[in-house]
């Protein structure tokens, strides 16, 4: 006897503040396009207004004051970064909402965080490559093309070591070389829809090209001080023959002159 009371309750309950909702269609699988549709086929109470979510996140255009049990949203272009979970949720007059999902499934969107780097040899170069979309990818590969041949690469060795979740993946090349590891990097994203990769170019430069600049700079004060000793050195001969004349005896014709004026002084005070 408790437990067939026990079951009318939660059968009660169940229709006191439970919708059914259908979702049409449940799964969207790699379409090009694409109506999602929800119909609320039963409910106690009246619908106040109703909107669609993307992944837990509203889509603010698609929010209506409206009472219908039938809503849409369309895609008119399916591609990596329209993958996710949509959700139609309908409000009701109480205050609760209820809701249904709808997986909108692409392969993966993959995308390199720079197209370019650089890096110094015996340094390490970190290469990073990130992924949305819905279903992010389950695998990530790294590839290195080299003298027009491409290999996969391992994470089983002291050269390389791969970080990856779902969304990020990143390659670390210990020790760079300048002659092997200069290359272009491919980063390729699986998912169970297909596959997207994107490359990066890697540029290794020597140890002393940070030192260059700094060279540069000694050379140029080398030259402007060897400039300025050559140009004291060649006007000192002539700065000495000025002060000599300057500081020279009178002329023996100076003298004379001298003589003469001091001999008609005497006549005139004679």
Aim: a negative charge; aromatic letters at 8%.
């Amino acid at each position: 006897m408790m437990l067939f009371t026990f079951g009318v309750f939660f059968l009660c309950l169940y229709e006191a503040s439970a919708s059914d909702i259908v979702a049409t269609p449940p799964e969207v699988y790699n379409a090009t396009s694409a109506i999602l549709s929800c119909n609320l086929t039963s409910t106690q109470w009246e619908v106040k207004s109703h909107y669609w979510t993307k992944n837990d996140k509203t889509i603010e255009s698609t929010r209506k004051d409206s009472s219908a049990l039938h809503m849409e949203y369309r895609l008119d272009k399916i591609d990596p970064s329209s993958g996710g979970v949509y959700a139609c949720v309908f409000t009701f007059m109480d205050g609760h909402t209820e809701h249904k999902n709808i997986e909108v499934k692409t392969v993966p969107h993959v995308g390199a965080s720079k197209h370019s780097e650089h890096g110094n040899e015996k340094d390490k170069g970190v290469l990073v490559c990130l992924s949305h979309g819905y279903p992010l990818p389950n695998t990530w590969v790294w590839l290195i093309k080299h003298d027009m041949q491409e290999k996969i690469i391992t994470n089983d060795t002291e050269k390389y070591e791969i970080k990856s979740t779902p969304n990020k993946t990143t390659l670390i090349i210990l020790d760079l070389d300048i002659q092997l590891d200069a290359a272009t990097y491919v980063c390729r994203g699986i998912n169970e829809l297909g596959v997207e990769e994107d490359s990066i170019q890697l540029r290794v430069r020597s140890r002393l090209a940070a030192l260059w600049p700094f060279l540069g700079i000694v050379a140029e004060v080398i030259v402007l001080i060897a400039v300025i000793f050559i140009y004291e050195k060649r006007r000192k001969p002539d700065e000495i023959n000025d002060d000599d004349d300057s500081g020279a005896a009178p002329l023996k014709g100076d003298t004379t002159a001298n003589h003469t004026d001091k001999n008609i002084r005497q006549r005139n005070s004679n």
